[in-house]
């Protein structure tokens, strides 16, 4: 399922935030979202989800308006995994799990068989299949990650909206996540910070700085050890992985040259190294 983000702009707080942002995202593909604390990533993510509502622009899932879309609807198209999770429900772990298949229910009742089979099917998936009768609340921030990343899963969603998935996991489950993400053929759009795992698992990353969208394309050709500079403040150096021959980037500290501003194109312009990195 496309996502067409179109000029969107969103407030929070009565102040804009995210100004005049358009993203293509293609069916099947995987859209990073990188940048500082406070660049509009969330808010980003919460109106293309359709979990808030933009000041103007507009998002659509294969050409259709999601604000012309029901809610139950809407859930059964974009399955939403929010970067801060206050659930301290002393709900077992299926049952969280199982709340993904309620926009497929046909009203209340018991759980279908299938249903249960779908959740299952998520938290083997996730690694997390032996969670499954632990009770939610009394899991490890890791753990409560993946368990509801299954549940995101279990809803079955063509297209999933993934806030910081990669919170609180280790990094096996890190690569393990993202490699899963990469392997379904959902449409998702991701916000992440490591700027190398988001290379990795990305077919397309946005930088997003004070709201508004300053790259997008292909990882290799957005991330540059100028953009990072500018964007992050932090100085990098870019090196061809000994493994995989991918560019990877090795960070050394905060750029005292980093502007305070928002950074103007000429700053992106790449080093000869970076240009002949794989
Ligand atoms: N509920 C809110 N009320 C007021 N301002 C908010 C609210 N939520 C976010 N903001 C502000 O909106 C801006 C963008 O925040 P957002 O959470 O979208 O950034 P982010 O890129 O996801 O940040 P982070 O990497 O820290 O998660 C920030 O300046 C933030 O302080």
């Known amino acids: 399922m496309r996502v067409d983000i179109e000029h969107l702009a969103a407030h929070r707080g009565g102040r804009p935030v995210v100004s005049d942002v358009s993203i293509q995202v293609p069916s099947g593909s995987v859209l990073g979202l990188l940048g500082p604390n406070g660049s509009g990533k969330s808010t980003l993510l919460r109106v293309a989800s359709g979990l808030a509502a933009p000041s103007s622009g507009r998002v659509s899932l294969d050409g259709t308006d999601i604000t012309a879309l029901k809610r139950t609807d809407l859930a059964r198209r974009v399955a939403v995994m929010a970067q801060e999770h206050s659930e301290e429900f002393e709900m077992p772990v299926l049952d969280m799990v199982l709340l993904g298949r309620i926009p497929h229910g046909r009203g209340y009742g018991r759980d279908s068989d299938q249903d249960i089979a779908t959740a299952q099917q998520a938290l083997e998936r996730v690694g997390a299949a032996h969670l499954a009768d632990r009770s939610f ?142």
């Open 137 to 278: 609340s009394a899991l490890s921030g890791g753990e409560r990650q993946r368990v509801l990343f299954a549940r995101a899963l279990a809803q079955d969603t063509p297209v999933l909206v993934l806030d910081e998935p990669t919170n609180h996991l280790d990094i096996a489950h890190q690569i393990e996540l993202l490699d899963l993400i990469r392997s379904t053929d959902r449409t998702v759009l991701v916000a992440l910070h490591d700027l190398n795992l988001a290379a990795r698992s990305c077919d397309t990353v946005g930088v997003l700085h004070q709201g508004r969208l300053l790259s997008l394309g292909a990882p290799e050709e957005v991330l540059h050890t100028d953009l990072i500079r500018s964007v992050f403040g932090v100085d990098s150096t870019s090196v061809a992985h000994p493994l995989s021959g991918r560019r990877h980037f090795l960070f050394d500290s905060r750029s005292p040259k980093s502007p305070n501003g928002r950074p103007t194109t000429h700053q992106f312009s790449r080093t000869q190294e970076e240009t002949e990195a794989p």
